[in-house]
């Protein structure tokens, strides 16, 4: 049972727009920066997103990051089948005085 | 550039021992925090440990804490972790990363290959 829940898959067709949430507490996403990492098939996971709305160099600006409360949000926009990954949300909780992981949600581009 | 390339990894019967290794290179090691992740056959990203960039600090995951030593020798721009009493539950692929910002930020830039450790008699 991950700290952070994502939904376990999420689906669309090429072209349109999907979002991936990631929900925690106030120990972990309400009061520390939210990452998000791509892990494209039988690879290492890729950077995508940091404190909360920042895409790492290179990141195209079709993927973006939001944050709310306890809450944070992946956007993808103009889906590609080379989108298809498992993406994960990763942040702090000062509680646990831990990093933590989200259980990642398979993107299936239709 | 900025590169990271773990070591030491294989098969290990259970309550052994193993010693981890990442090598860095292309940036100032001593600068940065640490981490290690891993990720079972099949399974999602588990957070390991970090160690501050002065050695002075480490935090662990509740599951290795008390089994899992993080270390680090800046003058060889080396990671290290020190795994004892192992389990079949240890089992993973075994990345070091990069702290990027703040070692508490989440943000993890770049990661190596990673080196799999198989608990298994």
């Known amino acids: 049972q991950s700290v952070l829940t994502q939904p376990p898959s999420v689906s669309a067709a090429p072209g349109q727009k999907v979002t991936i949430s990631c929900s925690g507490s106030s120990s972990n996403i309400g009061n520390n920066y939210v990452s998000w990492y791509q892990q494209l098939p039988g690879t290492t996971p890729k950077l995508l997103i940091y404190d909360n709305n920042r895409r790492l160099s290179g990141i195209p600006d079709r993927f973006s990051g939001s944050k709310s409360g306890t809450s944070a949000t992946l956007g993808i926009t103009g889906l590609q089948t080379g989108d298809e990954a498992h993406y994960y949300c990763?942040?702090?909780?000062?509680?646990?005085?831990?990093?933590?992981f989200g259980g990642g949600t398979k993107l299936t581009v239709l | 550039q900025v590169q990271l390339v773990e070591s030491g990894g294989g098969v290990v019967q259970p309550g052994r021992s193993l010693r981890l290794s990442c090598a860095a290179s292309g940036f100032t090691f001593s600068n940065y925090a640490m981490h290690w992740v891993r990720q079972a056959p099949g399974k999602g990203l588990e957070w390991v440990a970090v160690i501050l960039y002065d050695g002075n600090n480490k935090y662990y995951a509740d599951s290795v804490k008390g089994r899992f030593a993080i270390s680090r020798d800046n003058s060889k721009n080396t990671l290290f972790l020190q795994m004892s009493s192992l389990g079949p539950e240890d089992t993973a692929v075994y990345h070091c990363?990069?702290?990027?910002?703040?070692?508490?930020?989440?943000?993890?830039?770049?990661w190596g290959h990673g080196t799999l450790v198989t608990v298994s008699s």
């Open positions: 990763a942040t702090w909780d000062s509680s646990l005085s831990a990093g933590v």
């Open positions: 990363a990069r702290a990027l910002g703040h070692y508490g930020s989440g943000s993890y830039d770049p």
